[in-house]
């Protein structure tokens, strides 16, 4: 899976390719911790070994009331996948080091606000065409 997610230079859309191919492992990564009480029951120790690679803004609180909410009912979640778009530019980055250009994509700030307020619609659907959520 490592692998299969990291891969880019074999595909003529390199980067494209290979953010196709990591939300593949995301997916089923999901589905299977999702399907299995077991792993559901243990997701503090799930988070602590991914806590040094992955972000988020969710409190304690809001894992824990989701994950109970999964526990109790065992339902399949449908997910779905989307993309920023972005221009392509060449740039040093932080973690490349800024004197080396790289060819990097900036994000397009209307697209990041559509992909935020889906989010937010996904996550609370009672405010559909509500004010978009910024926390």
């Not at 080396?100 to 405010?127: C, F, G, T, W």
């Amino acid at each position: 899976a490592l692998y299969f997610a990291r891969e880019r230079k074999s595909f003529e859309n390199e980067d494209q390719q290979r953010i196709i191919h990591q939300q593949k492992v995301m997916k089923a990564c999901i589905k299977k911790v999702t399907s299995s009480p077991e792993l559901l029951k243990n997701y503090t120790k799930l988070l602590k070994a991914v806590e040094d690679e992955m972000e988020t803004n969710m409190s304690e609180k809001e894992m824990a009331a989701i994950v109970k909410m999964q526990l109790n009912d065992m339902s399949k979640w449908k997910i779905t996948m989307q993309s920023v778009q972005g221009d392509l530019t060449m740039k040093g980055t932080y973690t490349m080091g800024m004197g080396r250009d790289l060819l990097v994509s900036i994000p397009r700030e209307q697209s990041v606000e559509k992909v935020k307020q889906n989010i937010h619609d996904a996550m609370y659907p009672e405010d559909l065409g509500g004010e978009l959520y910024n926390q």
